[in-house]
C-alpha cells in the first residue's frame, strides 16, 4: 500500500514558476507509475503529467508540455511537478497518483489506471 501526500500549492501570478511535491510512503513506491492530475473548479479531474517507475520517459497532456516536468526520487520517495509559465487555465486541486503495473503508454493518461491518491494541493494562478 502506498500512501500519498501533496505539497506546494499556493497562490501565484501568471506567469509564475511552483513545484508541488508529493511524499510517498511504503515500500514498494519505486515500482509504481506515478502521475499529477488536476481538477479545475467546477470540472472533472483530468490527467496532467506521469513518469513510470523506469523513469524512462514522461507523458504530458499537451497544454502543459514545454512548461512542467515532472521527477521521481526513488530514495526519497517523491515525485515533483515543476510548473513554469503558469496559466490561469492552470488553477485547479493537484492530485498525485500511483499505479501498478502500468505498462501500455494510454495507461498512464487515465485516472482509472492508478491505484493511490493523494488528498490534493490547491494552485491559483490569478491573471
Not at 15 to 24: E, F, K
Not at 36 to 64: L, M, N
Request: glycine share 10%; proline share 3%; charged share 20%.
Amino acid at each position: 500500500q502506498v500512501q500519498l501526500a501533496e505539497s506546494g500549492g499556493r497562490l501565484v501570478q501568471a506567469g509564475d514558476s511552483l513545484t508541488l511535491s508529493c511524499a510517498a510512503s511504503g515500500d514498494t513506491f519505486r515500482y509504481y507509475a506515478m502521475g499529477w492530475f488536476r481538477q479545475p473548479p467546477g470540472k472533472e479531474r483530468d490527467f496532467v503529467a506521469a513518469i513510470p517507475w523506469s523513469e524512462e520517459r514522461t507523458y504530458y497532456i499537451d497544454s502543459v508540455k514545454g512548461r512542467f516536468n515532472i521527477s521521481r526520487d526513488n530514495v526519497k520517495k517523491t515525485v515533483s511537478l515543476q510548473m513554469n509559465g503558469l496559466r490561469p487555465e492552470d488553477t485547479g486541486v493537484y492530485f498525485c497518483a500511483a499505479g501498478w503495473g502500468l505498462s501500455h503508454d494510454n495507461q498512464y493518461y487515465s485516472s482509472s489506471s492508478y491505484d493511490y491518491w493523494g488528498q490534493g494541493t490547491q494552485v491559483t494562478v490569478s491573471s
